[in-house]
């Protein structure tokens, strides 16, 4: 699609960033309304579950629409995401228990899936690299755009709207962009030669689905299994068995759905490790700062939107910014690494956070930790499809969305985890020690029953119920409570900040993969130069042979 004229194009990225935004703005005004959806629904153990089995499919959907978008195009795809996803909006909008919201949110996720490979994959049909690196900050700045609207409208929406508007408010956005798609998308014809490869794609499937499974299902509490147990075990043999099965099928068939030797090439698998391991540690962690600011700081959701603004307004900044810095020098390994550090610098901040952190504290930690995402994000999968055959640009990109998805779904299930042994463990301690103490409530059966509600961490999340239940004791009470949930707010804390520290860790592994990055020039079809002139040409065979 390259020799379309400028003008067709942009119209072609205006409707490709309508339908990003529209998946982009209903995952993000999820975020702080969360904590109450999940408080009125119940199932706070089955929380992180609501969040995995969206990353689940999206990266099921993603890898399979690869292959498939490189031999019949990108339009039919996009379309069928859209539909997808604004399907899965409308019934999660209606569901009545946190596993009917975990169902519709597996039918989104599949739509984002869809969604975001097809977007990234049409931008790199339309673009040359380096003019690509400019349109992908733009891209980005979707991102940042829907992460600022998103928790503010989420927040507002829930303190005075029913939480069900949360999913349904933004589905004229799908229809407008659906439209969009259908009318000025070019259609292709499909690859001759080109066969699916079915039985590669469903033992990759299977090799993906119990390995995210065994890390969702492991732990502690309702519906968890410990890590030795016969169910985890088995899912992971599963897993294994799945893996040498589909490794063998994508040895021998002629158009495999991921193509084991772009492997070979340094530059895509450093690219991918890097962008696993920097979506574990940023999924892991940030999925908890709601938490932490409704739960432990007691702030609205309303409020919390406004105290997430900053980070989304640094990363719109800095991702749109690290664009124009690409296209305009055509290098990337600086700014990969720089934007790495500050993200982990961010998260070691907020480690050191406590409920009696100040507000400005937390909101300067969470701009530091959104500017190195801002930086860091769009640079990997620019590095991706710079370093393959632009016949190979679909599945490239999809199996960069894998590594991605891959490594924020185990994230979040491994952080969970930590979230909730150091809880627990905490909340033992604590109550040890006021269980020393004289207790008035152990004297009144009705009276401790009420307590006992906020022995629940997900109470917290419920302002109007806490409201309630203080104006409802005894003045000689109240201390009691009042003690209790700050009790309870040190455990949360302290559960929280461990994961910020995990998720460091991770980050810091990405910062040491990516120092094994190496960088080429990105290609371009500007200042001069043909889109496939020597130079470029010679660029790209260095990069596919990952040595420079």
């Known amino acids: 699609m390259q020799q379309l004229t400028e003008k067709k194009k942009v119209t072609i990225m205006i409707a490709i960033i309508t339908a990003m935004f529209f998946a ?47 031999i019949y195009g990108r339009k039919p795809f996009i379309l069928t995401g859209i539909g997808l996803f604004s399907i899965g909006a409308l019934l999660s909008g209606f569901s009545t228990d946190i596993f009917q919201l975990i169902t519709y949110r597996g039918i989104q996720g599949a739509g984002a899936g869809i969604i975001m490979s097809t977007a990234f994959t049409a931008m790199g049909d339309l673009y040359e690299p380096r003019e690509r690196a400019k349109w992908g900050g733009i891209m980005s700045a979707v991102f940042g755009v829907s992460s600022v609207l998103g928790p503010l409208m989420g927040g507002y929406i829930v303190d005075h709207l029913d939480w069900h508007w949360v999913f349904w408010i933004f589905l004229p956005i799908g229809v407008i962009a659906f439209l969009l798609i259908m009318i000025h998308f070019p259609k292709v014809p499909k690859q001759e030669g080109e066969s699916v490869d079915y039985f590669g794609s469903l033992f ?188 190979q640009l679909g599945v490239a990109t999809a199996t960069s969305q894998l590594f991605r998805n891959l490594g924020g779904t185990i994230g979040i299930a491994v952080m969970g985890t930590v979230m909730s042994a150091s809880m627990s463990a905490k909340m033992t301690q604590l109550s040890g020690a006021m269980g020393q103490g004289n207790n008035p409530a152990a004297a009144d059966p009705a009276l401790a029953e009420k307590l006992a509600l906020f022995t629940n961490p997900q109470n917290l999340l419920d302002q109007p119920k806490i409201e309630a239940t203080l104006a409802s004791l005894p003045p000689d009470l109240q201390p009691l409570f009042t003690h209790m949930l700050d009790m309870i707010r040190e455990a949360m804390s302290y559960g929280i900040t461990t994961t910020f520290l995990t998720g460091a860790i991770v980050a810091g592994i990405a910062v040491i993969i990516a120092l094994f990055l190496k960088e080429i020039p990105l290609r371009s079809g500007k200042m001069g130069q043909k889109p496939k002139g020597d130079r470029d040409e010679k660029d790209l065979q260095v990069g596919r042979k990952g040595v420079s």
């Open 24 to 70: 982009a703005i209903n995952q993000t005004i999820i975020g702080v309304a969360m904590p109450r959806i999940i408080s009125k629904l119940g199932g706070m153990d089955y929380y992180s579950w609501a969040i995995t089995i969206y990353l689940l499919t999206s990266t099921v959907a993603s890898v399979l629409v690869g292959k498939l978008s490189d």
């Open 204 to 391: 990759l499937t299977l090799t993906i689905v119990p390995m995210l499974l065994a890390f969702s299902w492991a732990g502690d509490g309702p519906g968890k299994y410990a890590w030795g147990s016969w169910q985890i075990i088995g899912l992971f043999a599963t897993t294994i068995v799945a893996l040498i099965v589909f490794i063998m099928i994508e040895m021998k068939v002629k158009t495999p759905v991921l193509p084991l030797g772009l492997f070979k090439n340094s530059i895509f698998t450093v690219s991918n490790l890097v962008g696993f391991f920097l979506n574990a540690g940023m999924m892991g962690a940030i999925i908890y700062v709601p938490f932490f600011v409704q739960g432990v700081k007691g702030i609205s959701p309303t409020m919390a939107g406004y105290v997430a603004m900053p980070m989304s307004i640094a990363m719109l900044a800095t991702s749109a910014i690290a664009g124009q810095i690409m296209t305009k020098t055509g290098k990337y390994k600086k700014m990969a690494l720089g934007g790495l550090l500050v993200m982990t610098l961010g998260m070691v901040l907020m480690y050191f956070m406590s409920p009696t952190t100040p507000i400005y504290l937390l909101v300067i930690y969470m701009v530091i930790l959104g500017l190195g995402i801002g930086i860091a994000m769009p640079v990997f999968s620019l590095t991706v499809q710079n370093a393959v055959a632009p016949q």
